[in-house]
C-alpha cells in the first residue's frame, strides 16, 4: 500500500516537472493572446483546475471579463510568484518587496487597482487578491461611512429607528 | 468610477481594523446586517490579522496607571532602531478600577485584564475602543474569603487563577477559574467556569481538577504534586495531564527557590521559559516547546528545548515570550520592555530591544518589576464581550422570573449559590414576605465572628471583657457598633463582613469616659449610594453644671474617607442609647441630664410605626412621649410594655426594644444577657436566649468578674459589603 502511493507521488512528481515547462495561451477579452508558463498560470486557482481537469491546453483559455491592460499586470504578478522560488529568508524578502513595489504602483491608479482586484477575484490568485484588498483596506480605513457609502456606490437606506440604535452603541461604546 | 461588487467589498472589509469595520454598520441596512453576521465576524477574524507585525499595547508608568480616570493602553507600533512607540489609544480607564494588566493572550479578540486596585476580573476587546465587562465575584471571589462563622476548613482557598477559553462547537466563551489551597498536598482545587453571555453565575467545572495543584495567573495551571501539567478540555470540561516539563535545577545545578518558571502559549504550542533568578541577575532562559506528534495525542507530546537564550542586561523576575515574530521570538520583561531574540541562533545572537518604555513620552515613568506589567497581545476582532447578567436576565421574561426567586431566599443561600455579582445588591425588602427578625450574635469587635443564636455557644465563649461593645440595628443592610473607647466598626453580620473605622488622628480623645451607646451612628445616602457613619464624642460632660462640648465626625462607608472638617454637632446632648435610622435621618435621644430644656428626642420620629423601628432603650421605661415642642409631629403610644413581673431579668433601665417580628406582633427584647419575645397582646415575655453564665472571670487575666454579655443584632437579608481594597504586595 505504501509503496503504492509512493509510486503515485513520484508519477506525479514527474508529471509536475514535465507540466512546469509547459506554455499556456491566455486571451483578454480584447483577443489579445498573452502565452506564459504552466507554473505562472497555476497561481490563477480558476485555471489550474481547468488544467487538472485535463481541458484545452492547446487551445488556450480566452478570458472574456478580463481586457489586456488588467491582464498584462496580472501576468506580472503570476510571473513573479509562479516562477520564483520562496524557500530561503533572502528569497521570501525578495518577493516581499516586489509585492510592496508592486502594489504601491497600482495604488497611483485606483480604477486600475479595483479592475486588477476583480481580475484576481474571477481568477481566483489567492496572493494577489489579499494584497490589492488589503490595500484598499488601508486606503479607506479612516473614512467615514457617508465617504464610504459614496466610494462604493452604495444605497442610504436607514430608518430613523436604525439610526437611533447606531447612535446607542456608538456612546456604548 | 466603476463600484465593485459585494463580495469582493465584504473581503475588503474584513481587513479593515475592527474599530473602522465596525463604523460601516452604519453604511445602509443590508451591510449593517451583513457585518454583524458571526461569519463576517469570523471573517474579519482571519483576514484583519495577517499582517505582520504582532499587535501590542502598552500602558504608560504605574503612576498613571494606578490613576482610574487616566490610565490607558495604547497601540504599540514595533520598530527596530527606534522607529516604533505607543501610537494610538486603544482603551482608557474605562473599568472603574485602576492598574489593569492581561492575564490572558487575546482569544478571538478577547483578552481577559485583571485590575489590581481591587482585584477584579474584566473580559475586554482592546481593539474596538476596549468595552469591558466586568465578570461577578472577582474583587473578593466568595470561595476566597475566609468567613469564621462557617467553621475552619473549606470553602476557603488561598489562590485563584483565571484562563479564558473558547469552545468552537457550542460557540461559546468560557471563563475558567481554579481555586487552590496553595502548596500542601492532598489539598482540594476547585474549578468553576463562567459561560459568557449566558443568564448564570460561577458554577462548578463539570471535570473535577486533580488535588494539590498550584495556580498561578498565567492562563494554565501548574500541578503541584508531580510537578506535571493540568490541562482542561474547554469543550467537555475534563481534566487531563501532561507530561512535566524538564528541571532546570538538573540542567543547571541551580537551587529550586531561584528558577523562575513561566509558562505560556507560542507559536500554537504550550510553552514553558525557565531561568535562574538571583539578586545579582539571572542566568540563560531556556525556552521549551510541547511538541506533539502523531495527531493531537497529548500523550504523544513531547517537551522540546527550543532555544537557549542569553542573560539579558536587564534582570527581571518575570521574562515570557509573547509571541513568533518571522524568524524570532517577541519576548517581555516585568518592566514592559519587549525585545526580540533569533530563535534559530541557539544561546548567540544579541537580544534586539524593540520597545523600552522610558524612550517615548507617553510612557515614560516608574516601572515596578511585575509578574503581570500592563503590555500584551491583542486582535483586531468584532467579538463583542458579552452582556452583563443584568443585561440578560432583564432581556428573557424566563430569566426575570429566575430573578424575583433569588429574591425570596435568604440573602446567605443567594450568596452561596454565587450569584453575587460585584456590585452590592440592594436588600430585597419591597418584595419580601414578612418574616421574624434574623438575629445573629457579633461575637467579636475586631474580627465580628458572627454566630447564630443556636450555635453561639458552640463556636466561642461569649464575650467577658471589661469593656462592652454595642452594635446597631441595621440600615439599609449594614451594622455598626463601637467597642468601648478603642474602636469602631462597620458589619454585615449575614456575610461576615466586618470593617474597623479608623480613627481619626486629629480626633480629641480625653481617654475612658468617651464610651456611650450613642458614639457612633449609620445612615444611608440615597443620593450617593452610600453608607454615612457619624461619630460623636463629648469633649465635656459635666452633668453638674450642664456643660458639655461634642464633636461630630463623618465618614462614607464605601468610599472609605472621613469628611475632613468637622460637622456641626446636634445642637443639643445626646444619651447614651443607640440612635437610629429612618427615612433619611438619623434620630438620637437628648440626654435629660445635661438637657436644661426638656427629655424629648432631638427630631421627633414623624409616624408611630417609625418608632419601632427606633431603638428605644430610655422610651421603654417612659412607656409614653411627650410631644415635641414647637414641632407638629405628634406621638402616639404603639405598643405598651409592661416589664414589672420579669424583673430583675428584664427591667426597664436595661432593656433594649430590638424591633417588631412582623409575623407574631411581638416585641424583641434584648438586656444583653437575655432575648426575649413580648407579646403586647398578653403581655407574656418568653425568653429564646439567655447568657449562660451571668457573671464569669474576665479573660484579660486581671482576675476581675464581669457581666456576661452579649451583642445580638437584627440582621436584614442584605448581601450588602464593601470589598477593601487589597493593599498593593507586588
Not at chain 2, 465572628?449 to 469593656?467: F, G, N, T, W
Amino acid at each position: 500500500m505504501a509503496t503504492g502511493s509512493g509510486a503515485a507521488a513520484a508519477a506525479a512528481d514527474a508529471e509536475e516537472k514535465e507540466s512546469g515547462s509547459r506554455m499556456i495561451t491566455l486571451t483578454s477579452n480584447e483577443g489579445k493572446a498573452f502565452v506564459v508558463t504552466e507554473a505562472s498560470a497555476r497561481q490563477s486557482a480558476t485555471i489550474r483546475s481547468m488544467v487538472d481537469d485535463g481541458g484545452c491546453v492547446d487551445k488556450g483559455f480566452p478570458l472574456p471579463n478580463v481586457d489586456s491592460k488588467t491582464l498584462a499586470r496580472v501576468i506580472q504578478y503570476c510571473d513573479e510568484h509562479g516562477n520564483k522560488e520562496a524557500h530561503t529568508v533572502d528569497e521570501r524578502a525578495a518577493l516581499a518587496k516586489f509585492d510592496k513595489d508592486f502594489i504601491a504602483e497600482l495604488d497611483a491608479d485606483k480604477a486600475f487597482l479595483y479592475d486588477v482586484t476583480m481580475a484576481a477575484n474571477y481568477l481566483h490568485i489567492q496572493g494577489l487578491f489579499a494584497l490589492t484588498t488589503q490595500c484598499i483596506a488601508d486606503t479607506i480605513k479612516g473614512k467615514t461611512p457617508e465617504e464610504i457609502r459614496t466610494a462604493f456606490g452604495i444605497e442610504y437606506d436607514l430608518t430613523a429607528q436604525d439610526e437611533e440604535e447606531i447612535k446607542e452603541e456608538d456612546t456604548h461604546a | 468610477m466603476e463600484s465593485l461588487p459585494e463580495d469582493v467589498l465584504l473581503e475588503i472589509f474584513s481587513r479593515l481594523p475592527a474599530r473602522s469595520a465596525a463604523r460601516l454598520r452604519a453604511m445602509s441596512r443590508s451591510w449593517r446586517a451583513e457585518l454583524s453576521l458571526p461569519s463576517f465576524v469570523d471573517l474579519h477574524l482571519r483576514r484583519a490579522n495577517t499582517t505582520a507585525p504582532p499587535k501590542l499595547f502598552c500602558g504608560p508608568c504605574d503612576d498613571k496607571l494606578m490613576l482610574a480616570d487616566q490610565w490607558c493602553l495604547y497601540d504599540l507600533q514595533l520598530g527596530g532602531g527606534g522607529g516604533g512607540g505607543p501610537g494610538r489609544e486603544l482603551v482608557r480607564g474605562e473599568f472603574g478600577d485602576v492598574l489593569p494588566a492581561p492575564l490572558t493572550k487575546p482569544l478571538r479578540g478577547l483578552v481577559l485584564f485583571m485590575c489590581y486596585g481591587r482585584n477584579g476580573v474584566y473580559v475586554c476587546n482592546p481593539s474596538t475602543g476596549g468595552e469591558a465587562l466586568a465578570l461577578p465575584d472577582t474583587e473578593l471571589p466568595s470561595k476566597a474569603t475566609f468567613r469564621p462563622s462557617l467553621g475552619p476548613g473549606p470553602p476557603y482557598y488561598r489562590n485563584v487563577a483565571y484562563g479564558l477559553g473558547y469552545c468552537s462547537a457550542a460557540k461559546e466563551f468560557k471563563v475558567v477559574r481554579m481555586f487552590s489551597e496553595g502548596h500542601y498536598e492532598e489539598t482540594a482545587t476547585r474549578c468553576e467556569v463562567f459561560v459568557l453571555d449566558s443568564p448564570a453565575c460561577w458554577r462548578p467545572a463539570a471535570g473535577k481538577p486533580p488535588p494539590a495543584c498550584i495556580v498561578e495567573n498565567t492562563g494554565v495551571f501548574l500541578d503541584g504534586d508531580g510537578g506535571g501539567v493540568v490541562s482542561f478540555n474547554v469543550a467537555d470540561e475534563s481534566f487531563g495531564s501532561l507530561p512535566p516539563p524538564p528541571t532546570l535545577a538538573a540542567v543547571d545545578g541551580v537551587a529550586d527557590w531561584r528558577i523562575r518558571e513561566r509558562m505560556t502559549e507560542l507559536d500554537g504550542c504550550l510553552c514553558v521559559c525557565q531561568y535562574a533568578c538571583g539578586s545579582d541577575g539571572h542566568g540563560p532562559c531556556h525556552l521549551w516547546l510541547l511538541r506533539r506528534h502523531g495527531g493531537g495525542d497529548e500523550t504523544a507530546a513531547r517537551w522540546e528545548k527550543l532555544c537557549c537564550i542569553d542573560p539579558i542586561p536587564w534582570p527581571s523576575r518575570s521574562i515570557v515570550p509573547l509571541c513568533m515574530y518571522g524568524e524570532k521570538i517577541l519576548m517581555r520583561t516585568g518592566r514592559s520592555v519587549v525585545f526580540a531574540v533569533d530563535a534559530a541562533a541557539c544561546g548567540g545572537g544579541a537580544p534586539e530591544i524593540l520597545f523600552r518604555p522610558d524612550e517615548h513620552e507617553a510612557t515614560a515613568g516608574e516601572f515596578e518589576d511585575t509578574q503581570l506589567p500592563a503590555l500584551g497581545l491583542y486582535e483586531e476582532s468584532l467579538v463583542p464581550v458579552g452582556r452583563t447578567v443584568e443585561e440578560i436576565v432583564f432581556s428573557s421574561p424566563a430569566t426575570r422570573a429566575w430573578s424575583d426567586v433569588l429574591k425570596w431566599l435568604p440573602a446567605r443561600t443567594v450568596s452561596e449559590l454565587s450569584v453575587v455579582r460585584g456590585a452590592p445588591w440592594s436588600p430585597p425588602t419591597a418584595s419580601s414576605a414578612p418574616r421574624s427578625p434574623r438575629i445573629r450574635f457579633v461575637m467579636d469587635p475586631v474580627g465580628g465572628v458572627p454566630a447564630d443564636i443556636d450555635r453561639a455557644d458552640e463556636i466561642h465563649e461569649l464575650d467577658i471583657s471589661p469593656k462592652p461593645f454595642v452594635c446597631s440595628q441595621p440600615c439599609h443592610g449594614l451594622n455598626v457598633g463601637s467597642f468601648s473607647d478603642i474602636l469602631d466598626f462597620v458589619c454585615n453580620p449575614m456575610m461576615d463582613y466586618h470593617e474597623e473605622l479608623p480613627l481619626i488622628e486629629s480626633y480629641d480623645d480625653d481617654g475612658d469616659d468617651d464610651m456611650f451607646y450613642g458614639r457612633i451612628a449609620l445612615g444611608y445616602d440615597e443620593e450617593v449610594g452610600d453608607h454615612v457613619v457619624v461619630r460623636l464624642a463629648y469633649t465635656e460632660n459635666n452633668p453638674e453644671t450642664r456643660s458639655y462640648g461634642l464633636q461630630c465626625r463623618m465618614r462614607y462607608v464605601k468610599r472609605r474617607e472621613w469628611f475632613t472638617q468637622p460637622i456641626p454637632p446636634p445642637p443639643r446632648p445626646v444619651a447614651s442609647a443607640t440612635p437610629a435610622y429612618a427615612n433619611g435621618k438619623i434620630y438620637w435621644f437628648v440626654d435629660p441630664l445635661l438637657d436644661a430644656a426638656s427629655a424629648t428626642a432631638m427630631t421627633p420620629p414623624m409616624s408611630a410605626c417609625e418608632l419601632v423601628a427606633l431603638d428605644c432603650r430610655n422610651a421603654v421605661a417612659r412607656h409614653h412621649y411627650d410631644v415635641g415642642a414647637g414641632t407638629d409631629a405628634v406621638w402616639s403610644m404603639a405598643y405598651r410594655i409592661e416589664l414589672a413581673g420579669y424583673s430583675p431579668e428584664y427591667t426597664s433601665e436595661k432593656t433594649t426594644v430590638m424591633g417588631v417580628d412582623p409575623t407574631s406582633g411581638r416585641i424583641l427584647l434584648s438586656t444583653e444577657q437575655s432575648l426575649g419575645y413580648y407579646d403586647p397582646k398578653t403581655g407574656e415575655l418568653e425568653t429564646i436566649y439567655r447568657v449562660r453564665r451571668m457573671y464569669q472571670e474576665a479573660n484579660d487575666g486581671s482576675g476581675a468578674w464581669y457581666d456576661g454579655m452579649f451583642c445580638a443584632v437584627v440582621c436584614e437579608e442584605s448581601l450588602f459589603w464593601y470589598p477593601k481594597p487589597k493593599v498593593l504586595s507586588e
